[in-house]
């Protein structure tokens, strides 16, 4: 049982990370993501590290299926039963527009149409106390009539359950019993904070993933329990931690990132290690790439995701990494219509079929096609030979589908058809960048670029040109590195109560009862889920003005006084608005606490690689497309391997991996570091 | 992304790439801000419904960037204005560095009093040069005059009835407080805890806003920081201009009314708009429109038909760019004084935003003719304010609630009509969530829902309005500023007109009572039931897929009745179309053919 495995299933490919506790090594498996099965995918992935299951004492999961199924609408038929006068506060929403002047604009349709929106009686008022008892008999009937509908999966809502969540709980006992196959979930169940429309959207988007998750988490554990695995099994969740699968069951919507956080909790970790204040972490995958910034070697959590973006989707109250992601990828399809236009993704191949040079059936050219054409990536090379690339497939379809139509000819056409396909997946990736970094307020500039994911350090120095970035990162084991960071993630539990009280007189007191009930229930879960009693505790206050809504977080350590709560109060609101408002009184309105465990965990200095000879040579030399003045150059291709720490490689340079290489472009200066990090300087 | 000119971009330290960063930092500025104020704010009005507007304006009030969830009414000019006004009054110089100064004077504004601009210098460099203005507008909850509430009255007959006015003076001065104005402030609201609060959000605003825009001239030089600005300017004035271009040249014009200025309720307020584009510019015209009038439903020149325009040229010419002063460097506006749109000094103007949706449309439907693709049906057209005040259970203090409705929109050449949601003149305001005002209000919700039958029919059907339904727990009141119910939002293209809104009180002893205007007693078991409007529909309804009616009609948003009658559809009680008596159903229809 000295194992740790973590796994991520993505869009195209699965991964596999393996920390041999005994040994303080990782090992890596990647397969292509099989959607038939995608915890057969895993396994494979597992095999090809040669770890049994039955050695690994515990599995760690991250999956896109969730964000998946929001995004493709393939989530459960789902029913909305609601305080009567309040089916329609799902569609309705909060009736504003966040998108100005504009006569077309359209928020998403509700995941549950208006006829599979039910009301029933019952009434609390907002104090919780109950004006009309629940219809208990008219539930009886309106489940028969869900049974007739055919419905999979039921969300309950109702106004004021936050005070109080009975009727709910009546509600979804009552439904569970009339509905056995049903997925039943409750708004309250998910968040006890007020707002109807955030919290009925959140209980509908739960119901409409909720089935889905349940039935892939049973075929998951039944795949590992196959294999004679009697360890523990976490899920990722989007706010950095990992829960239970019992927990994952009943809150799906907690798994709405699992995928990108993984990458954003190893870049966090290397930026603490290496003493890098600003990164923009960039993963770039198979489907798309994504981007979030680690400052301070922390990245932002924020309270409430939109799927589908706040301008035109819906809330979830879920915590979730702030990260911007577009639909550009390794998979995203290249394609001119019938205007003559070039467009890349964001509809992707995939891993079925994936690219044409896959040779596994797909036709239409990839940006991965492009990259192989232009000698950026090596037919052999991919995935260390296992899988062999077709470079004169991907040429010909190239040359079809993308240079004829443009008017290009020969091979010289089908270089500069294939680098168009590039710049135009790197301009709608700056686009993403942008977001995050200028359109918060963040000068692109004063940000170091962390490369990874498969496609992240094909790209790395382009973009960083582009966006007029100085200096790229690479990690070592770029194209695994999402699964490393499920690694080393911890187990996480956010915790909070509702704690009203003016800052004065008997409220330490109040706090302190507050935070032993948290932290006694805290290590209760984490007993249960994990073994271990062993934590470390976050405590953080909401605090405010009173009369205000919003707060801010101050800090909370036992045994404080009040009047520097108060004056850690006051500095923390001038620094975050400016001013403060001397003569209003100071409420905390709730204690948070974020409880965590110690999980054994892989060191970043082992991570390093072979301490490799003193000069490496290049493994081979390539006629690689640089885009004008340069054209085909011969360019060395080095073993990411063999590279020491303060070797030095000169642009142009391809520096090759297990799943993923890193492009120099000429000019440009890479240093490897003593965590096998590559620093690269940029030429302008 | 605009191009930057070749004029501007010579320079290395004003290459395109600096220019577009500052352009991207001005837009986003004000959006920190904007979130900023959400959280400090006290009052629901500004951190839930989200009343208010940040901004960045050069030395001479032109508009540099604002955020994009501020009220587009005063996106278009309110702060530019009230600073020209202060520059005018004090001298650019004289309004030193941490001077803040507040305006919501009528004379010059000529929006409700309620709205109140607040501004600060931003002056950077050894020698403090002014590179602008930083603002922030707010809608005050309450400034005195008649009505709690102030904008709330539809009775009023003069301003002086509506509130107290500040014409640019000054709450601070150089950094510190001048206490004697806030305690002014303070005496002339009825809550002042509330409104000090929010005040104090404004003012945090303003400084923030100014140190984060007087970072980025240090940094980059203020030179190249106005020249960023002047790029933003000419990029979208050219955007304007080849909207122009494409438009259909030519005069045309379009007639609506508003119900009554609240003095006079059986006069409806004709409203008669004349666009001319061509010459690469687009003049609107509001001579038609009627005379001021008695009653608080006028504006002034640049809270009425300078807003009006601009609101409407920018829905047509560049809807997805960020708003500034380049928007609006090709439109005329022309309108003689003593318009209800360009009211006297003097007049009242309480409801000077509640009419301007509906303005906005009819400047649209006269702009279809240049762009027949791009207008769509007339929404829902208003406001909807209704206000509930008293003393709350939950506090024992007095009470505001100030609440609009959602209404639906119209159906256009490519879609149905979008709905609910709030007028062509809100930006990002929300509902105040029922569990919140449950809380704290003496009422509950029985209902708020979606109000069937209201879209317009049409190929392309106008959007739903809403139905909320109040049962009244303790002892309050109602103030209704409802207007549009007289003219219903019109159709385009064959398209029917959606239904307009509608208000019922009914009271315990059974008696109903339907009032649009004025302050009404209510009593614990009262009901109040509000109804928005719908929008209009596009296209001949008729023509409308049948299945897509049938679909309408299993959702509850279309009547059997009202599918048969309107589009000629039957369908069966399970829902399900019936196809040979929609065959009959339409063949018999004035226009024959299915």
């Known amino acids: 049982m000295r194992y740790l495995v973590a796994a991520d299933t993505g869009g195209t490919f699965t991964d596999v990370a393996v920390y041999d506790a005994g040994a303080g090594t990782v090992a890596y498996g990647k397969t292509l993501t099989r959607y038939d099965d995608l915890a057969l995918g895993v396994l494979d992935g597992l095999a090809a590290t040669g770890v049994a299951l039955a050695d690994a004492a515990l599995v760690k999961h991250g999956t896109t299926h969730v964000i998946n199924t929001f995004i493709q609408r393939s989530g459960a038929r789902t029913a909305l039963v609601a305080t009567r006068g309040f089916r329609d506060t799902l569609e309705i929403g909060r009736g504003n527009r966040p998108v100005p002047f504009s006569l077309e604009y359209r928020r998403l349709p509700p995941l549950v149409p208006r006829e599979l929106r039910f009301e029933v009686g019952g009434r609390l008022d907002a104090r919780g106390v109950e004006i009309e008892p629940l219809d208990v008999a008219g539930l009886g009937a309106l489940a028969a009539q869900l049974r007739a509908l055919e419905v999979e999966a039921v969300a309950v809502s109702f106004i004021n359950a936050y005070a109080n969540p009975a009727h709910e709980e009546q509600a979804v006992a009552v439904l569970r019993e009339a509905l056995p196959a049903a997925y039943v979930t409750a708004g309250t169940l998910l968040t006890r904070e007020w707002f109807e429309y955030e919290r009925t959207s959140t209980a509908a988007a739960n119901a409409y993933v909720g089935a889905r998750m349940r039935g892939y988490l049973d075929a998951f554990e039944a795949r590992l329990a196959e294999r004679g695995f009697g360890g523990r099994f976490y899920m990722m969740g989007s706010n950095g931690g990992v829960l239970s699968a019992a927990r994952a069951r009943a809150q799906p919507v907690a798994l709405v990132e699992s995928g990108p956080i993984g990458g954003c909790i190893g870049a966090a970790e290397y930026a603490r290690a290496l003493g890098l204040p600003r990164l923009i972490a960039f993963d770039m995958g198979g489907t798309t790439a994504k981007c979030a910034l680690v400052q301070d070697g922390h990245f932002d959590v924020q309270p409430v995701y939109y799927i589908g973006g706040y301008d035109h989707g819906f809330p979830l109250k879920t915590p979730v990494l702030d990260i911007v992601e577009v639909g550009a990828g390794g998979g995203s399809i290249a394609a001119v219509d019938e205007r003559g236009r070039l467009s890349v993704g964001p509809r992707s191949a995939g891993s079925e079929p994936g690219p044409v040079a896959f040779g596994r059936g797909g036709t239409e050219p990839t940006v991965t096609d492009a990259n192989l054409v232009l000698g950026r990536i090596g037919g052999s090379a991919f995935m260390q030979g296992r899988l062999a690339l077709d470079t004169a497939a991907a040429a010909q379809a190239i040359a079809a589908r993308v240079a004829a139509p443009l008017g290009y000819h020969g091979p010289d056409g089908v270089d500069v058809a294939a680098q168009g396909v590039l710049d135009l997946a790197c301009a709608t990736m700056a686009g993403a960048i942008r977001e995050i970094t200028i359109e918060r307020g963040h000068d692109v500039r004063e940000f170091r670029l962390f490369a990874f994911g498969g496609g992240g350090p094909l790209f790395a120095t382009i973009l960083a040109r582009r966006l007029n970035i100085p200096e790229v990162v690479v990690p070592p084991q770029p194209g695994n590195f999402s699964t490393l960071g499920m690694l080393i993630a911890g187990a996480r539990i956010d915790l909070s109560r509702t704690v009203v009280a003016e800052a004065a007189g008997e409220a330490a007191a109040r706090i302190e009862a507050a935070y032993a009930e948290l932290e006694a229930e805290a290590a209760r879960t984490m007993q249960v889920e994990l073994g271990t009693s062993a934590l470390s505790f976050e405590r953080v206050l909401e605090m405010r003005y009173r009369g205000q809504k919003h707060t801010v977080a101050v800090p909370w350590t036992p045994g404080q006084e009040l009047a520097t709560l108060l004056e850690a109060f006051a500095t923390t609101y001038r620094r975050r608005y400016g001013n403060t408002n001397a003569d209003c009184a100071v409420e905390i309105l709730g204690a948070r606490l974020g409880a965590q465990a110690a999980i054994p965990r892989p060191q970043l200095e082992r991570l390093a690689g072979a301490a490799g000879a003193a000069a490496a040579n290049a493994v081979a030399v390539r006629a690689v497309y640089f885009p004008p003045p340069h054209g085909r150059l011969d360019t060395p291709v080095y073993a990411r391997a063999a590279l020491a720490a303060g070797h030095a490689v000169e642009g142009p340079a391809i520096i090759e991996e297990y799943s993923a290489t890193t492009v120099l472009m000429p000019g440009d200066r890479a240093v490897v570091g003593a965590l096998g990090e590559l620093t690269i300087r940029c030429a302008p | ?594």
């Not at chain 2, 929006?111 to 020698?127: A, I, K």
């Not at chain 2, 584009?277 to 640049?302: H, K, M, T, W």
């Not at chain 2, 949706?357 to 909807?384: K, Q, S």
């Not at chain 2, 008696?511 to 209510?522: C, P």
């Open chain 2, 1 to 594: 992304m605009n191009a930057v000119p070749a004029s501007i971009a010579r320079s290395p330290d004003r290459d395109p790439i600096t220019l577009e960063i500052i352009r991207h930092e001005l837009v986003s500025i004000p959006e920190q801000i904007d979130r900023n104020i959400t959280r400090t704010a006290f009052s629901p009005l500004i951190n839930e419904y989200k009343d208010y507007a940040v901004g960045i304006v050069d030395p001479e009030g032109r508009l540099v960037s604002q955020s994009r969830g501020s009220l587009l009414i005063f996106v278009a000019n309110a702060l530019g204005t009230a600073v020209r006004d202060g520059i005018a009054l004090h001298g650019a110089a004289a309004i030193e560095d941490g001077d803040v100064l507040i305006s919501n004077h009528a004379g010059t504004l000529g929006q409700h009093l309620n709205n109140v601009v607040m501004y600060t210098p931003v002056r950077v460099g050894p020698e403090r040069r002014l590179l602008g203005f930083f603002c922030v507008l707010m809608h005050w909850i309450d400034v005195g005059g008649s009505m709690v509430g102030s904008c709330t009255s539809t009775t009023t007959t003069e301003i002086w009835q509506e509130g107290i006015q500040f014409r640019n003076v000054r709450l601070f001065r150089r950094g510190e407080r001048l206490a004697d104005m806030f305690r002014m402030i303070e005496c002339n609201t009825r809550f002042p805890e509330m409104l000090m609060g929010d005040v104090e959000a404004q003012i945090a605003g303003c400084f923030m806003g100014r140190d984060l825009v007087a970072a980025i001239a240090d940094k980059y030089g203020a030179a190249t920081y106005e020249a960023a600005v002047h790029a933003m300017w000419d990029g979208a004035e050219a955007l304007a201009r080849a909207a122009i271009g494409r438009a259909r040249a030519g005069e045309y014009e379009a007639h609506a009314f508003l119900d009554n200025d609240g003095i006079n309720l059986d006069r409806p307020v004709p409203i008669g708009i004349k666009v001319r584009v061509g010459g690469g510019r687009i003049a609107v015209d509001f001579s038609g429109v009627s005379e001021q009038l008695p009653g608080p439903l006028n504006a002034g020149r640049n809270g009425g038909a300078v807003a009006a325009a601009r609101i409407a040229i920018k829905y047509m010419l560049s809807p997805d760019e960020p708003v500034n002063e380049g928007d609006f460097r090709l439109l005329d506006v022309e309108i003689p004084e003593g318009k209800f749109l360009s009211a006297r000094p003097g007049a009242p103007i309480g409801g000077s935003g509640n009419m301007i949706p509906t303005v906005v449309d009819t400047v649209l439907r006269a702009l279809a003719g240049a762009f027949p693709d791009r207008v769509a049906a007339a929404h829902h057209g208003t406001y909807g304010v209704h206000s509930f005040h008293g003393i709350s259970p939950a506090t024992g203090a007095s009470f505001f609630h100030l609440d609009t409705l959602p209404g639906g929109w119209g159906g256009s050449a490519a879609l149905d009509g979008y709905g609910p949601s709030r007028s062509n003149v809100h930006g990002d305001t929300s509902d105040v969530p029922v569990e919140m005002q449950e809380a704290f209000h003496p009422y509950r919700f029985e209902s708020y829902a979606l109000r069937p039958d209201s879209g317009g029919p049409g190929r392309h059907r106008g959007g739903v309005g809403v139905e909320k339904v109040y049962r009244i727990t303790g002892p309050c009141r109602v103030n209704l500023k409802i207007e549009r119910t007289g003219c219903p939002p019109w159709g385009l293209e064959g398209g029917g007109a959606g239904r307009t809104a509608d208000v019922e009180i009914r009271r315990t002893d059974g008696s109903v009572q339907r009032v649009f205007k004025g302050d009404h007693a209510l009593a614990p078991g009262d009901r109040v039931i509000l109804r928005s409007g719908g929008g209009g529909g596009y296209g001949a309804p008729r023509q409308r897929d049948a299945a897509l009616v049938a679909r309408d009609v299993r959702a509850g948003l279309v009547s059997p009745q009202a599918a048969l009658r309107d589009y000629g559809v039957a369908v069966r009680e399970n829902g399900e179309l019936d196809s040979e008596a929609t065959a009959r159903a339409r063949a018999a229809q004035p226009g024959g053919e299915p």
